[in-house]
């Protein structure tokens, strides 16, 4: 087999150790183990992460990506600028075929939680959905290449594809004709900003969710206590169960309803505590 | 030596993500000086299908298939190359992480699907598998997954990695709308 393997070049046995360069198949490796380790400390290859931040809870992901903005494009343009990094590989634009494909993508990663990249991160953390989501990934693949060669997906593909006038990859700095540190420093000024922005936000949602949940908890604890009360009397009076058939459906309806659910509560405190004051005075009379 | 500061911070389980963010800025940097090429997750997937059409048009003799390799996996070779040395290395590295960290678990449903769908694992491997579908389309169409595409776009400041970024953004707040019935904001910690 492993004849077969080299003879078609599935693998090329001289790059099985090479680390430095395109290729070399044992670098990749390693720089994938360092990659791996950042994602699984820092969490965003979990899903209650990814969930929370469509659900505009809980900004980690975003609190990840705005230093790795700030640092990668300062040091790569820096690279680039000194001559470390000779030529820059942006990937390509196709504009209608990149707002498809990102509206498709937003939607799997919503539905999903995962990325490919975080996907096998979390599979080494041990989350075996993470195995689905590559065989659909796998299916996804092939139904792409079965479909790439039609008419409709050539059309979109050429769709607004910009390249810069020898054929590279569009950047913004090409596109509009100046130095790319014209772009680049605003474009810090503004992620630092928006970084500052979001932690405070994300500490200041950190800061209520505490309370509301203590405040669930009193409630519920509120809630046996009445129960208990409840069941101290022989038997239950009627108004006793009209109070608890009125919590029982204001603590179902807040999640969905807070708002009609505590009129509702409310007024049937006041029809409740009516009756009981009739009650009371009935005997005074 | 268990409470020095090196080894904390590496059997910690969660890193502040400012920290987390430089880290992976500093991986990316290095990933263009060592090898030359961004990170990037979608094109092992690719090249495992490939691998597949070459297997089944070498040895089983499928005619479709090689209509397949002449056509797309014409510039995507059967071939495994760096980008799927890298995707085994974030298995790894996931897996050595959390290991230091004493949070390696197999776990098949994640905490917040289990609050809202239910604790099914039918059901999440179901949608982990059609969201695999989705994310797969929509990264071929847009010329690379998010790590490929939205961040080595964004860093480089390519005008299609700003464009996926806002059309990610916009499909994925739809697909939650959707999916969680407008539970924004309720706050379940």
Avoid at chain 1, 211 to 220: D, E, G, L, T
Avoid at chain 1, 261 to 272: K, Y
Avoid at chain 2, 145 to 165: A, N
Wanted: net charge positive; proline share 4%.
């Amino acid at each position: 087999m492993w004849e077969y393997i080299t003879q078609n070049e599935i693998i090329n046995p001289d790059n099985l150790t090479t680390i430095i360069g395109r290729s070399g198949l044992l670098g990749g490796l390693l720089i994938g183990m360092l990659w791996g380790f950042v994602l699984q400390k820092t969490q965003i290859c979990k899903y209650d992460v990814v969930a929370r931040l469509f659900l505009l809870q809980e900004f980690t992901v975003w609190r990840v990506g705005t230093p790795l903005l700030i640092v990668a494009s300062f040091f790569i343009y820096f690279f680039h600028d000194i001559g470390v990094i000779p030529n820059l590989m942006t990937p390509g634009t196709r504009i209608m075929a990149q707002i498809i494909g990102g509206l498709f993508m937003g939607f799997g990663i919503a539905i999903s939680g995962y990325c490919p990249g975080t996907s096998a991160a979390a599979l080494g953390e041990g989350a075996v959905d993470a195995i689905f989501f590559m065989l659909g990934m796998l299916v996804g693949s092939f139904l792409y290449a079965s479909m790439h060669h039609t008419e409709v997906v050539q059309r979109i593909l050429s769709v607004g594809a910009l390249t810069t006038p020898d054929g590279q990859n569009i950047t913004i700095p090409a596109l509009l004709g100046v130095n790319h540190w014209f772009i680049l420093i605003p474009f810090l000024i503004m992620l630092i900003l928006f970084d500052i922005g979001i932690t405070f936000w994300d500490l200041m949602l950190l800061s209520i969710s505490l309370p509301v949940y203590y405040f669930k908890q009193a409630m519920n604890a509120f809630d046996g206590f009445l129960d208990s009360l409840a069941s101290s009397f022989q038997k239950e009076t009627k108004l006793v169960q009209r109070f608890n058939n009125s919590t029982d459906t204001f603590f179902q309806k807040f999640s969905k309803e807070p708002g009609r659910a505590t009129s509702t509560f409310l007024g049937d405190l006041r029809d409740i505590l009516g009756s009981v004051f009739k009650r009371v005075t009935k005997n005074v009379k | 030596m268990k409470d020095d500061g090196f080894i904390r911070f590496f059997t910690a389980k969660k890193w502040w993500p400012f920290w987390g963010g430089i880290a992976f800025g500093i991986v990316e940097v290095l990933s263009f000086l060592i090898a030359d090429s961004p990170l990037g997750a979608s094109k092992p997937f690719v090249e495992v299908c490939s691998i597949a059409t070459f297997i089944a048009s070498d040895k089983f003799k499928i005619e479709y298939a090689n209509v397949l390799l002449d056509n797309y996996f014409s510039s995507y070779l059967p071939q495994i190359s760096w980008g799927t040395t890298l995707f085994v290395g974030v298995i790894l590295g996931g897996f050595l992480s959390s290991i230091l960290s004493k949070d390696f678990k197999i776990k098949a449903v994640p905490p917040m699907w289990k609050e809202f769908y239910g604790p099914s694992r039918t059901k999440r491997f179901f949608w982990a598998f059609i969201g695999g579908i989705f994310v797969a389309l929509g990264g071929r169409f847009g010329q690379g997954c998010i790590s490929g595409q939205l961040i080595s776009g964004v860093v480089q400041l390519g005008v299609g990695g700003f464009i996926f970024m806002f059309s990610v953004w916009i499909g994925g707040l739809t697909a939650a709308f959707v999916f969680y019935r407008g539970n924004f904001f309720n706050i379940t910690r």
